[in-house]
């Protein structure tokens, strides 16, 4: 299978989800703006939180893909892509678009 396969493959799964993960992300950059003018230990006291709750949130997708959608991994093991690939590249990424979410939400000011 291709690079353009795998690529699409991983996009579609991620799109399972994407919606209430980037709610998420964007709820912890609004947190960060919220919060951004304060003193720089408040400032990681919410990164540290904010990390936490994006953290269990993931491992909530996770486990609960894995429980309601497992039959929808049948599909992409028989496209030819391995749900631990699916799981490595879009976890990463959806922690991305949270770092991402707090540099917006620090520097918006």
């Not at 960060?32 to 720089?40: F, G, Q, W």
Request: charged share 10%; with cysteine.
């Amino acid at each position: 299978m291709g690079a353009g396969c795998t690529l699409r493959a991983c996009i579609s799964f991620y799109r399972m989800y994407m919606a209430p993960a980037f709610a998420v992300s964007c709820s912890c950059g609004g947190i960060m703006y919220a919060y951004s003018m304060k003193a720089p230990a408040v400032i990681g006291v919410i990164i540290v939180a904010t990390f936490w709750f994006k953290v269990a949130t993931m491992a909530f997708f996770y486990f609960a893909m894995k429980r309601k959608a497992w039959k929808i991994f049948y599909y992409y093991k028989n496209v030819g892509v391995s749900v631990r690939w699916l799981w490595g590249t879009t976890l990463p990424f959806d922690f991305l678009t949270y770092v991402a979410a707090l540099f917006v939400g620090y520097y918006i000011r």
